[in-house]
């Protein structure tokens, strides 16, 4: 069992910032890939971004150049810079791990979520 806690969110204005941050519980399975999604009011959750152990990143189409991704492999966390933010922006944002065990069963975990409220 990983569990994950997320932490950042908040209303922001148009072209402002927010910084997400999601820690993972210690665990005896093995993490290996980390990411963001996130889920409007009535739309499908989507990805936002993703992270594996060796740094390879992925980002959705409608947030490169504005949002960053990161480790901190000391803390066991992983961060979302959110720059150049945009009402469209607006959404629940989940953190996500991707674990294997030492006998290969593979699981997916998610967070509880936490708002991004970009408006003026």
């Not at 890939?33 to 060796?54: C, F, M, S």
């Not at 810079?81 to 953190?95: G, R």
Request: aromatic share 8%; net charge positive; proline share 2%.
């Amino acid at each position: 069992q990983v569990q994950l806690v997320e932490s950042g969110g908040g209303l922001v204005q148009p072209g402002g910032s927010l910084r997400l941050s999601c820690s993972a519980s210690e665990s005896t399975v093995h993490i290996y890939a980390r990411g963001w999604y996130r889920q409007a009011p009535g739309k499908q959750r989507e990805l936002v971004a993703t992270i594996t152990n060796d740094d390879s990143t992925n980002y959705a189409d409608s947030v490169k150049g504005r949002f960053t991704i990161s480790r901190d492999n000391t803390k066991n966390t992983v961060n979302l810079q959110m720059n150049s933010l945009k009402p469209e922006d607006t959404a629940v944002y989940y953190c996500t791990a991707k674990t294997i065990s030492r006998d290969g069963v593979r699981n997916d975990y998610w967070g509880q979520g936490t708002q991004v409220t970009v408006s003026s």
